[in-house]
């Protein structure tokens, strides 16, 4: 603290595509070094702030994030790293820049294995590995700062650890501690917890439903194992009809959309699809289907898609033919 009263700048710096808990963490130490200190303290994210991280602070503090980027870092004397452990998070401009013009004036608040490297720069380190969130440290030196928390740092805080935790899924003694005292000072939970939640549109719910409600469903018998596939037409969300199918029990979802002769596949697979057939979607079958409509098809074992010109009921053909062979046996549809 005795070295940040003769601070004039202090930058807050975020990690790439910073996320709840770099920026909400960053968000609070601002506001509460802010009640100690008189200098102008800013929050930078040279390297960006993701869409969740960005709705939860507007969501929280009723507006949006005043987030600086490389020329405003330039002008600070000071420096904290807030969630980073590299600064190769941060992007390469502003890495060479704090190499070579904030060596001894950069603090660290952080929750990752500490890097040497990064050690070596800063002046002090509040680095703590066995901490679940970086905003549990920033609580902490809320504390021995001997400040109180309002109600909304208490729940920027409180999304920040909800985030790091994946809602307490991950938990210690300090997590409900700390969740504990943010609850007393006042953060509504129901609150918080809902801004993870996305909204679904009224169309995207439409193409859901349709989804399932044009579905074909096959029945195959793969070395003593029933699987469940299921294909079906929209006209767009396919993958979050493709998602959806899945969570309706299919063991792989394949959703044509597209308009006119643009289609689209999108695929989805459960582990267990994987696990019993060895076919990855991305390499073995939108690859394939690839090799003979055309097109760019591609993706990874359990999701993968495929855009092409044609008709539907071609690429249908042809989608139908590739499972088939992949699956060596033939696809009837179950009633
Ligand atoms: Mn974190």
């Given at each position: 603290?005795?070295?940040l009263?003769?601070?004039q700048?202090?930058?807050?710096?975020?990690h790439h595509?910073?996320?709840p808990?770099?920026?909400?963490?960053?968000?609070?130490?601002?506001r509460?070094?802010?009640?100690k200190?008189?200098c102008e303290i800013?929050?930078?994210a040279?390297?960006?702030?993701?869409?969740?991280?960005?709705?939860?602070?507007e969501?929280?503090?009723?507006?949006?994030?005043?987030?600086?980027?490389?020329?405003?870092?330039?002008?600070?004397d000071?420096?904290g790293?807030?969630?980073?452990?590299?600064?190769?998070?941060?992007g390469?401009?502003?890495?060479?820049?704090?190499?070579?013009?904030?060596r001894?004036?950069i603090?660290?608040?952080?929750h990752?294995?500490?890097?040497?490297?990064?050690?070596?720069?800063s002046?002090?380190?509040?680095?703590?590995?066995?901490s679940k969130?970086?905003?549990?440290?920033?609580?902490?030196?809320?504390?021995?700062?001997?400040?109180?928390?309002?109600?909304?740092?208490a729940?920027?805080?409180?999304a920040?650890?909800?985030?790091?935790?994946?809602?307490?899924?991950i938990?210690?003694?300090e997590?409900l501690?700390?969740?504990?005292h943010?609850?007393e000072?006042g953060a509504?939970?129901n609150?918080v917890n809902?801004?993870?939640r996305?909204?679904v549109?009224?169309?995207?719910?439409?193409?859901?439903l349709?989804?399932?409600?044009r579905?074909?469903?096959?029945r195959v018998?793969?070395?003593?194992?029933?699987l469940?596939?299921?294909?079906?037409?929209v006209?767009?969300f396919?993958?979050?009809a493709?998602r959806a199918?899945?969570e309706l029990?299919a063991?792989?979802?394949?959703?044509?959309?597209g308009?006119?002769?643009?289609?689209?596949?999108?695929?989805?697979a459960s582990?267990?699809?994987?696990?019993?057939?060895?076919?990855?979607?991305g390499?073995?079958?939108?690859?394939?289907?690839g090799?003979?409509?055309?097109?760019?098809g591609g993706?990874h074992?359990?999701?993968?898609?495929?855009?092409?010109?044609?008709s539907?009921?071609?690429v249908l053909?042809?989608?139908?033919?590739?499972?088939e062979?992949?699956?060596k046996?033939r696809l009837?549809?179950?009633?």
């Open positions: 603290m005795r070295k009263k003769e601070v700048r202090l930058g807050l710096v975020c595509n910073a996320d808990d770099s920026l909400l963490s960053a968000e609070v130490l601002k509460i070094l802010g009640r200190l008189s800013l929050i930078l040279p390297a960006g702030v993701s869409s969740l991280a960005r709705r939860m602070y969501a929280i503090y009723g507006e949006e994030p005043l987030v600086e980027g490389i020329e405003e870092l330039m002008m600070c000071v420096l790293l807030v969630d980073v452990s590299t600064l190769e998070q941060l390469h401009e502003a890495k060479d820049l704090i190499e070579s013009k904030f001894g004036k603090f660290i608040v952080d990752h294995e500490p890097h040497e490297r990064t050690m070596r720069l002046f002090l380190n509040l680095i703590e590995p066995t969130a970086t905003a549990i440290i920033v609580h902490r030196i809320a504390m021995w700062i001997g400040v109180e928390l309002s109600k909304e740092e729940e920027a805080l409180m920040a650890i909800l985030h790091d935790t994946r809602h307490l899924n938990l210690d003694i997590v501690e700390v969740m504990k943010l609850l000072r509504d939970y609150k809902r801004l993870f996305r909204e549109s009224i169309s995207e719910r439409i193409a859901r349709k989804a399932a409600q579905l074909k469903l096959y018998s793969k070395d003593g194992e029933d469940l596939i299921c294909i079906s037409q006209s767009a396919e993958a979050s493709a199918l899945i029990g063991d792989l979802a394949l959703v044509i959309g308009k006119g002769e643009d289609v689209r596949i999108c695929a989805r582990p267990r699809f994987l696990e019993v057939t060895g076919t990855s979607l390499k073995d079958v939108m690859m394939e289907i090799k003979i409509v055309g097109g760019g993706g074992d359990l999701a993968a898609g495929l855009n092409v010109r044609g539907r009921e071609e053909k042809v989608l139908m033919k590739v499972l062979d992949k699956l046996t009837k549809e179950y009633v």
